[in-house]
């Protein structure tokens, strides 16, 4: 029975082919739309996962306070208010898997002929586990490198690039400003930051070294930021809280004073524009859905005209014994035919448009399985929606009155 329907329905179809077709077309137009809307915005959240993946999980950075000279105060980072001491302190809080000092800088490296400008990151083995930084190459410095102010370095895939091409850098010597260090190891890719920036430009060195023989530094032992990783992120409110309260009894500040310190959660920061995005994901898909709604409109309006035209048929069929919910059946078929096919050539334009905005604007897409289930589910709910009133027009049509339509 349901074949045979479905023979007739294709019948009807075929009998105005342009006309089925451009009924057709709101709901290209609308999948279409879906889908595409949607690879890019799935795209845009695997590639803020990356992001944070590569920043490493559950992180705190704090950074020393400002000074401030005849009223002008500098930024953050420029004061001498943390030390390695309140790293070691903040290490041994419940929740604290690893808090690295770290002393930044920039400076030239020479290598033989090639000379690069790249970031220097004076630190402690322990910003390895903070940052969730695996080694490539070699091996990282040990505490006792630092204790001992070694000259000795761990180079980012970029510094090695520039430097040494395609050379095995480790055991290499480099120069930075002038001083010699023997390269341990180079570091697993990272990418770029939410900023921008390649975490893969930069070389890294024991803390002591940076502070005594490159940088230098005005107190000793102070340190311009650390880096604090939390077990877990459930806890890491009650980590921040810790922190705070440590430092504030650390640094002697009485109750009403301002911090002279500033702690900032990265990963609440990276999971707001995950948010973010998500959330414009879903604007774009429900302005694309528009178009589903016009496609919709558009099958019921042909659905009634076909109704109209088919007046005489239907009286016939009902008068040979069809019955309400077979008349009913047979425009919902229709309806959903046409939806459906719209729906799959709908779904080939949004899956090749996609594509070609990847291969265009190297903008990563992702089209998923999700999508095309989303994209069929709602169009069979459109064909039926949208073509139910027509259909229940034409059961509920009086058979004389139907056969004496001309």
Request: charged content about 15%; glycine content about 10%; overall charge neutral.
């Amino acid at each position: 029975m349901i074949f045979a329907m479905l023979g007739e329905a294709w019948r009807a179809m075929g009998a105005n082919r342009l006309r089925t077709l451009l009924t057709m077309l709101g709901m290209v137009i609308g999948v279409g739309a879906v889908v595409l809307m949607m690879s890019i915005g799935q795209g845009a959240q695997y590639a803020i996962k990356q992001t944070i993946s590569a920043l490493g999980s559950n992180l705190f950075i704090l950074r020393a306070g400002y000074t401030s000279t005849s009223g002008a105060r500098s930024g953050s980072g420029s004061g001498q208010t943390l030390t390695v001491g309140d790293a070691e302190a903040i290490a041994e809080l419940p929740g604290v898997e690893a808090a690295a000092p770290i002393h930044p800088g920039n400076a030239q490296i020479v290598y033989g002929p090639n000379n690069w400008n790249t970031s220097i990151i004076g630190t402690t083995p322990a910003y390895f586990d903070a940052r969730s930084w695996a080694i490539a190459l070699g091996s990282a410095f040990t505490d006792s490198d630092v204790r001992s102010a070694t000259r000795v370095a761990l180079i980012g895939q970029a510094v090695a690039q520039n430097l040494f091409g395609d050379e095995n850098p480790v055991g290499k010597t480099i120069r930075i400003q002038q001083s010699p260090f023997v390269i341990l190891g180079m570091l697993a890719g990272k990418g770029q930051s939410m900023d921008g920036r390649d975490q893969d430009d930069t070389i890294i060195i024991p803390l002591t070294t940076a502070q005594r023989q490159v940088f230098g530094t005005q107190f000793p032992g102070s340190v311009r930021m650390v880096m604090v990783k939390a077990a877990t992120q459930e806890i890491m409110p009650a980590v921040e809280k810790s922190m705070t309260e440590l430092l504030r009894q650390r640094h002697r500040i009485r109750e009403g004073m301002e911090d002279d310190f500033f702690l900032r959660n990265l990963t609440a920061m990276a999971d707001s524009a995950e948010e973010s995005t998500r959330t414009m994901s879903l604007l774009l898909g429900a302005i694309a859905s528009v178009s589903l709604l016009v496609g919709g409109i558009g099958i019921m309006n042909i659905m009634l005209v076909s109704v109209t035209e088919r007046t005489r048929e239907i009286g016939i069929r009902m008068a040979i014994g069809a019955r309400e919910r077979d008349i009913l059946l047979q425009f919902l078929l229709e309806a959903i035919i046409i939806s459906l096919g719209g729906c799959f050539i709908g779904l080939l334009l949004g899956i090749g448009g996609a594509l070609l905005v990847e291969t265009l604007t190297g903008m990563m897409v992702i089209v998923s399985a999700s999508s095309a289930v989303v994209a069929f589910s709602v169009a069979a709910f459109v064909g039926v929606f949208f073509g139910f009133y027509p259909a229940r027009k034409a059961a509920r049509l009086d058979p004389i009155e139907a056969l004496r339509y001309q």
